[in-house]
T-cell receptor, first 113, second 115 residues
């Protein structure tokens, strides 16, 4: 049974600071990794995908993957109040046809103005 | 590009009644997924379709849940009979799955309340 672990928070970060969100996963053969943002009452919105070890940057967001440690992280630079949301980490399995996502419970992020 | 469409957006039923949800994926996306999200948890995969074939339904409670995607486009998820613990948001997602990328995009969801 694949598991994805996240600290549920809330994680409180001052506006303009860097928010750091972390995620660990249990299935060593997982190949694809995603971060979704979910506002209260809304559906998950894809913000980052990462497939290989290292860093991937997109605007204020940086995803980091370390497959040896089974660890994924998301950094949000220059945090804005609009970044306040729940951030869901999701992984897929070993590839092939079945690639449904296994999600963590999410980290609730609060950006304090 | 239009996103994933779902209907209805909200549904309230009594336990033991039946209910159906509809999903239309992003145009050109061959892969379609149904997820269940209970309050305070991450979404949980129920079923995955590739075109009109089932790829993974290992977590679908088959005694009460069924899903179909007859023409490889729209899909319907049904619950019959519903239980109190089925109260959740039902999310449909689709993916183009080109090469190594299997990014999934979610619809707005259907919020089901079972009384």
């Amino acid at each position: 049974q694949k598991e994805v672990e996240q600290n549920s928070g809330p994680l409180s970060v001052p506006e303009g600071a860097i928010a750091s969100l972390n995620c660990t996963y249990s299935d060593r053969v997982s190949q694809s990794f995603f971060w979704y943002r979910q506002y209260s009452g809304k559906s998950p919105e894809l913000i980052m995908s990462i497939y290989s070890n290292g860093d991937k940057e997109d605007g204020r967001f940086t995803a980091q993957l370390n497959k040896a440690s089974q660890y994924v992280s998301l950094l949000i630079r220059d945090s804005q109040p609009s970044d306040s949301a729940t951030y869901l980490c999701a992984v897929t399995g070993a590839g092939g046809g079945a690639d449904g996502l296994t999600f963590g419970k999410g980290t609730h992020l609060i950006i304090q103005p | 590009e239009a996103g994933v469409a779902q209907s209805p957006r909200y549904k309230i039923i009594e336990k033991r009644q039946s209910v159906a949800f509809w999903c239309n994926p992003i145009s050109g996306h061959a892969t379609l997924y149904w997820y269940q999200q209970i309050l305070g948890q991450g979404p949980k995969l129920l079923i995955q379709f590739q075109n009109n074939g089932v790829v993974d339904d290992s977590q679908l409670p088959k005694d009460r849940f069924s899903a179909e995607r007859l023409k490889g486009v729209d899909s319907t998820l049904k619950i019959q009979p519903a239980k109190l613990e089925d109260s959740a948001v039902y999310l449909c997602a689709s993916s183009r799955r080109t090469g190594f990328s299997n990014e999934q995009f979610f619809g707005p969801g259907t919020r089901l309340t079972v009384l």
